[in-house]
């Protein structure tokens, strides 16, 4: 099953290697990990996306647990929580009517066009990963230039929250 | 107080209490070496090879319960140091390691002996650091002797680069008494709750077993598993890791477990229906496979590592803390219970146990005219009275020593349970003579092994370091071959050990004494001249049956009731099946 976990790591060099290599060495799947600085400069957030059988999930969490570094640490994924990934995509947009059918598109999928050139659109999409790639099937495969997206982040809905 | 970084670095480990320091000098940590020739409080012990140092630091601290420390220089110096750092996390042994490292600016640039220390000891350490700022590095070493001695004990390897320790650079230094880890506090207390429903299982088991591994030695809890077992009244079987916590000569301990354990420990594990574990992993050499393990077993799992619990097997009731702790809270449970301990629910398992111990699983055939590498021990053990520290290497020797040597205190049987590192013998015995100057120091190794770390006999000598060296020398990868003979119909490929050296002579060019053992004879007094010879240390060279096997054994894919027996235990068996006194 596919499980969301988060975690608040020492902003330490180091760190990041630390967990990843937990992962590698270990053999777990790893889908997606997003990280960066919170508001708090010594602690880092970062969101691992990974899949597992229910051992392998409490293996994988209490490993982690186990890293110096891992101040704390909550799997989302039984509970109610918010999860948003952001992608780019360039695509090739040459003629009015192509440009506009982008367009059109783009505005249902409440994407954002953020560059424009003669013969490109770069676009701004953020959502559950579903939705990034119905974009994506959506827009002509042959059209599609370059795709980057983020890797999911996550937070807990209403009150609760993953802090120190 | 002004001090350099390496004045830090010595004072520190002075205010710390280390009195022994194990390494080996280079470019990366000359500022440190000078440091220490400064002053005479640590003492420094020049090992022949960086393995030797961290195997040396390792026996030390499990022989002490101290944490071993070592100083290497960067590069082949940290490298080198890697198996011995990688035995120690197997083992869960507390060890810190300062690594030299190219000064800070020319980190990255592939400078003259640079590795990334922090990177390629990452797997096998409990923790690393990379000290960047001379203000954090009195701080950093507190935090890494901390985080090897607390919780689940494990190595921390600091890596320090030069211009850190420049003898020039001076900044005010205060011991740090102490240090706080947010993200690091390791729970030592059981859930009372669940230690409450383990106490009522424990009590309604009809077949009871308890099964304790190196984890109640790390944390100093014999005596309370002591209490706690002849309290209950249980059998109890121990890890390779474990010998010794409970007293092997104890009627209650029916021997050693897992692949090389006795039947009666294996029967008792597959048939048991309630048992508690203490201290101990389910690693793969006690549980063989998974799926057959402990059929019917309701399981208590106590370990101080969460993720230990239900990592191979579902515990029923984990629990969460050190032994210690956790296994004054159940005695005290059980004292102050009303219900008293029935005896007679487990009479019917003890005849069991009783009837499984006439198998005599360790029985083997003394041959005429070639020494058996059991006797070999059997003799150790008779001479030393059974209370010398033993280490080990790799092997067969092993195994024998682990089956013969009965420990009746913790921490005397030192060996390389997790990683298996042949070469870990003898610096480790030299570790242990170290911290234990009095005590009868023997490595049993194997003429395989024994080469792997030779080299210190050196170090021996330069600081009057007198181990006695048993070496079962069958002229073969013993436990190799052993694999051979069973499972490649005896295709010997590559275990032949020939052109070895003459070990009498080489002790002798090392400056020691060396005495080559071939008729079973002589192995008596040849025994007892090794360990009168208090202040020498003594090489014996033991010629043994070559192709002794190690039995019983639980081969790969089989269940804990499907031992090997060697054909001498399967006559016992036969025998012991007609007259109806097994089943
Ligand atoms: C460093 C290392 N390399 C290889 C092995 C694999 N290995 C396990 S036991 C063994 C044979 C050991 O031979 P010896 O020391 O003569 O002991 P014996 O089994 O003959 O008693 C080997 C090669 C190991 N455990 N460690
Ligand atoms: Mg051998």
Redesign the interface.
Known sequence: MRHIVSLLV?NE??AL??IS?LFS?RGYNIESLTVATTEDPTLSRMTIITTGSD?II??IT??L??L?????LQDFTEGNFIEREMMFVKVRAVGDDQRAEIKRLSDIFRARIIDVTDTTFCIELTGSGDKLEAYIRAMHEKNVIEVVRSGSMGILRGERALT? | MELSGSEIIIQFLKDEGVEHLFGYPGGAVLHIYDALHKQNDIKHILVRHEQGAAHAADGYARATGKPGVCLVTSGPGATNAITGIATAFMDSVPLVVITGQVPSHAIGSDAFQEVDAVGISRPCVKHNFLVKDLNKLAETLKKAFYIATTGRPGPVVIDIPKDITAPHIKIPYEYPKQVKIRSYNPNLKGHPRQIKRAVELLLSAKRPMIYSGGGVIMDGASQELRDFVHHLGYPITQTLMGLGAFPGTDPQFIGLLGMHGTYESNMAMHDCDVLIAIGARFDDRITGVPSKFCPYAQIIHIDIDPASISKTITADIPIVGGAKQVLTEMLKILVNSDQPIDKSATEDWWNKIKSWQKQNSFAYDKKEGVIQPQTVIEELYQVTGGEAYITSDVGQHQMFAAQFYHFDEPRRWINSGGLGTMGFGLPAAMGVKIAFPDKDVACVTGEGSIQMCMQELSTCLQYDVPVKIINLNNRYLGMVRQWQEFFYEKRYSHVYMDALPDFVKLSEAYGHVGIKVEDPNDLHDAMKEAFELKDRTVFLDIITDQEANVYPMISAGKAHNEMELSPLQQKIQASLKTSGEIA
């Open positions: 020492e060099a180091g290697s630390r290599g060495a051992r409490e293996q209490k490993q647990n186990k110096v570094d891992v101040v704390k120190i």
